[in-house]
């Protein structure tokens, strides 16, 4: 177990490291802003790169520390779960449903940068991947603990799902109040722009539907 827990941590922190060296490295190359960002006429015209690097990059050092704290805070309290490659896979795939759905469904905003949507994608993918596998092979876990499969280690069931579905309730919470009142004014003056909440809305959409697909397709933690 002990050593199954080390391969959970170790996990979750090459995630967190791989990706804030990312959005550090952008942050230091000359005109990464204008080159990088989601840009709705760039990305029409064939530049697809935007749809994924424009996550990575942020306003100011502020943007940037407030989503790699997240980042942190995610990674910590809800990758239970997840196997490496699948948590690149639900943070990518968060990025690129974001970047659709901000393309399709509001043309009239030119351009976007910043990590919070796939963040939130990341948010809503750790805590249902974590909450969902109560079961192996059609049988739920006698204890309620969730079995160890493909290297993951088990949790107690109990504890473990009230946590995530709390978590899953405090997102929605989140987008609701996002959707009714705005995004917080502290938050704008912080990064100096206005915040896109329709983007953590597709986010969190867009890593739902991932971890959906996932379980769906019958390899769900399979080795």
């Known amino acids: ?3 199954l827990c080390a391969a959970v941590r170790q996990d979750r922190w090459l995630f967190f490291t791989a990706v804030a060296v ?9 005109d990464a802003f ?3 960002r989601y840009d709705r006429a760039a990305l029409v015209s064939g530049q697809w790169w935007r749809a994924v690097t424009g996550h990575l990059l942020h306003l100011n050092v502020a943007h940037l520390l407030l989503n790699l704290a997240g980042l942190l805070l995610i990674c910590e309290l809800l990758w239970h779960r997840l196997p490496l490659l699948h948590g690149f896979a639900l ?3 968060s990025a690129v449903g974001t970047s659709a759905l901000l393309c399709w469904q509001h043309p009239e905003l030119s351009w976007y940068a910043g990590l919070s949507g796939a963040l939130h994608g990341l948010w809503a993918g750790c805590a249902l991947a974590g909450w969902w596998p109560l079961q192996v092979g059609g049988k739920r876990s006698m204890d309620g603990t969730i079995p160890a499969i493909g290297g993951v280690p088990s949790i107690r069931g109990a504890s473990s799902r009230y946590f995530l579905m709390g978590a899953l309730a405090l997102l929605a919470l989140k987008l609701i109040l996002e959707a009714w009142f705005g995004a917080s004014r502290y938050t704008e003056e912080m990064i100096g722009a206005p915040v896109i909440s329709a983007a953590h809305r597709y986010g969190a959409f867009a890593g739902t539907a991932y971890v959906l697909m996932w379980h769906m397709s019958g390899i ?3 080795k």
Do not use: Y
């Not at 550090?24 to 000359?30: M, R, T, W």
């Open 1 to 3: 177990m002990g050593t």
């Open 34 to 36: 204008i080159d990088f």
């Open 220 to 222: 769900w933690f399979r």
């Open 22 to 30: 990312c959005a550090i490295g952008l942050a230091a190359v000359p």
């Open 91 to 93: 943070l990518l795939f």
